[in-house]
């Protein structure tokens, strides 16, 4: 059974502008949703699609085999994109997609401990062979190190409270499960702002993002993803929540920045032009159809660039 609905799936294939013998990379396979339709469009191409989780690969592979044999799997971060790729004889590509975030199968097998619905051991790691865990940033993270990462990758107004009574807690016994992060979590934020929205989300976005160093990888691998890029090429991103979409959306902007001095001349000399322009000046967004199919597309974001030159 099919559990993962791909967000945003027809505009981010239709915003990779496919032709048949395209060369693709999907940097973030998942359980292939976006990946077996970009299969399916380029039957005289190759898809190369990054992962890092084991059960995501056993499954992709699985599903990918049912369209056809032009895919080649990398288990690896996306953040190792051009290494791998060149490893394999592949220096230009037409399309890079990139799906941030977490798979809904990864939520939903309690056993990974992302979820803050059930209970499970406080886990979280996306690469499930890496040994550092949220137990570990629950768990040996000072307050001042707690405090900080729930306010730059949770940005929550609690964070002080909350890193406060976790470190209070674990002067007794360690925090060992999700649910007991989330009872320690309930008693530092006031009872209407628990009303409003779990008050958890942000703190267990916060660890995973820490866990998985998923902002640090971000920049590098655009950047590779762009050098990647023939004329032409496009890379797309589907962004979950704000620190992601800022990131992603000043680093686009920038690559397709003239350089101030040259603003207002009347002919700039083409070696002077951006090689890159937005596809998406605005961010494609989920529409009101899939956010109630789907709840989890409703934070979602698509930004796409083109390589001109």
């Not at 013998?21 to 005289?44: E, F, P, Q, W």
């Not at 992709?60 to 190792?80: D, Q, V």
């Not at 979280?124 to 990758?153: G, H, P």
């Not at 040259?262 to 070696?271: A, S, T, W």
């Amino acid at each position: 059974m099919e559990k993962h609905k791909s967000v945003l799936l027809q505009e981010a294939i239709s915003s990779l502008n496919l032709k048949d013998n395209d060369i693709i990379v999907d940097a973030t396979l998942g359980y292939g949703g976006h990946s077996s339709y970009i299969l399916d469009r380029i039957k005289k191409g190759h898809l190369f699609a990054f992962d890092q989780d084991s059960e995501a690969i056993r499954h992709s592979t699985s599903r990918l085999s049912m369209i056809g044999t032009n895919f080649t799997i990398i288990k690896s971060n996306f953040s190792n994109m051009r290494e791998k790729l060149l490893e394999l004889g592949v220096e230009k590509v037409d399309g890079v997609l990139f799906d941030l975030g977490v798979s809904s199968p990864q939520l939903d097998d309690k056993e990974r401990g992302f979820s803050y619905h059930q209970d499970a051991k406080l886990d979280m790691r996306m690469d499930q062979s890496q040994s550092f865990s949220a137990y570990d940033v629950v768990n040996t993270y000072t307050k001042d190190e707690l405090s900080r990462i729930f306010k730059k990758y949770g940005e929550d107004k609690f964070a002080n409270n909350i890193a406060k009574k976790i470190v209070e807690y674990r002067e007794n016994k360690p925090i060992e499960t999700t649910l007991e992060l989330v009872d320690i979590v309930k008693t530092a934020v006031p009872m209407k702002f628990r009303l409003d929205k779990h008050p958890a989300r942000q703190i267990f976005q916060a660890i995973r993002i820490e866990v998985n160093h998923e902002l640090d990888v971000i920049e590098p691998a655009l950047e590779q993803a762009l050098s990647l890029l023939k004329v032409g090429g496009r890379v797309a991103v589907i962004t979950f929540h704000s620190l992601e979409d800022r990131l992603v959306k000043n680093y686009f902007k920038e690559k397709c920045m003239i350089d101030e001095k040259l603003k207002g001349m009347p002919n700039v000399p083409d070696e002077y032009l951006p090689d890159f322009s937005l596809v998406t000046n605005k961010p494609i967004l989920p529409s009101n159809l899939e956010i109630e199919e789907n709840p989890r597309a409703r934070s979602a974001k698509l930004r796409v660039i083109q390589r001109i030159k």
